[in-house]
Nanobody
Framework: VQLQASGGGLVQPGGSLRLSCTAS????????MAWCRQAPGQQRELVAS???????NYQDSVKGRLTISRDNAKNTVYLQMSSLKPEDTAVYFCNARIATLFFRLNGGKDYWGQGTLVTVQR
């Protein structure tokens, strides 16, 4: 099982980006999915999460600016980022709880994507 993230880049303050992350491999189901980020010198933090039926949760600092969504048919989670601020600069990681034939307890195991860098600066 692999998670492949894409969509990071350099953007000016106030700009927008869309991150994507797709699960591939052999699995039974993709359950909760999430985006986390890690700024330089900081701990990794949860940005937003989404359940398999579409319920979402956001960190307070991103509410109204970042939107998480998913396409279950494509096993893909998205993070639409708008009104970006310099403090949003970080490496963004996708996370998914994935059930496989050999591991289904509690919805499966957590998998992480490789991270994609988002830089917000003039």
């Amino acid at each position: 099982v692999q998670l492949q993230a894409s969509g990071g880049g350099l953007v000016q303050p106030g700009g927008s980006l869309r991150l994507s992350c797709t699960a591939s491999g052999s699995f039974v189901s993709v359950n909760d999915m999430a985006w986390c980020r890690q700024a330089p010198g900081q701990q990794r933090e949860l940005v937003a999460s989404i359940t398999s039926d579409g319920s979402t949760n956001y960190q307070d600092s991103v509410k109204g600016r970042l939107t998480i969504s998913r396409d279950n048919a494509k096993n893909t989670v998205y993070l639409q980022m708008s009104s970006l601020k310099p403090e949003d600069t970080a490496v963004y990681f996708c996370n998914a709880r994935i059930a496989t034939l050999f591991f289904r307890l509690n919805g499966g195991k957590d998998y992480w994507g490789q991270g994609t860098l988002v830089t917000v600066q003039r």
